[in-house]
């Protein structure tokens, strides 16, 4: 059976990443969110904690329970071979993802070659949506209730608001 891990930064986790993770588990019977951080560089929104906890929240309400969340700081291919990954899911939205895609995907696959990547396209409705544009949208108060699910709106929104999540 294939262990698939579809790895990214998730902060925050959108309607995009949902659609590529909910059309992966059809697929994939095993399948992990794996959210990577790195220790040394923290920049991001929301700690891992909190990412980690507002995956499984939203993969509950969409009855995707049975769909992994981890966490990992180093080599994706580390992980994989640790745990006896062979399949990688990545969402491709465009032109812009796939030169940059496409040389991770060489790339792994030149260090661990039972690793192979497996690119789901982007919904047409989520091609334009990214974690950065829903950061930039509510730390100017945008609305984001079209780019993340309902749960999340007060948290992110919370976040810039200065107040914890
Ligand atoms: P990274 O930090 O590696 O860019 P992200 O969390 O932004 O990771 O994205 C993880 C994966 O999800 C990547 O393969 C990315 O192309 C894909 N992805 C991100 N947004 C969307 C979207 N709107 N539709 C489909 N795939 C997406």
Redesign the pocket.
């Known amino acids: 059976m294939s262990k698939a891990i579809y790895p990214?930064?998730?902060d925050p986790i959108?309607f995009?990443?949902l659609?590529?993770i909910k059309r992966a588990s059809v697929i994939f019977e095993d399948l992990t969110v794996l959210v990577l951080y790195n220790k040394q560089k923290n920049n991001s929104l929301f700690s891992v904690d909190n990412r980690v906890n507002m995956i499984k929240d939203v993969l509950g309400d969409m009855g995707l329970s049975h769909v992994r969340v981890d966490t990992h700081a180093g080599l994706l291919i580390d992980y994989a071979r640790d745990t006896g990954t062979n399949v990688l899911v990545?969402?491709?939205?465009g032109v812009s993802?796939f030169d940059y895609?496409m040389s991770i995907a060489q790339v792994n696959h030149t260090q661990y070659q039972a690793l192979e990547t497996v690119f789901l396209a982007?919904s047409l409705e989520?091609?334009y949506?990214?974690?950065t544009m829903v950061r930039e949208f509510a730390s100017y108060g945008g609305d984001i209730t079209k780019f993340v699910p309902q749960r999340l709106v007060p948290i992110i929104q919370d976040r810039f608001a200065g107040r914890d999540s």
Not at 90 to 93: D, K, P
Request: glycine residues 16%.
């Open positions: 990214g930064s998730f959108t995009g990443h659609d590529i990545r969402g491709l939205r993802d895609e982007a989520h091609s949506l990214s974690s």
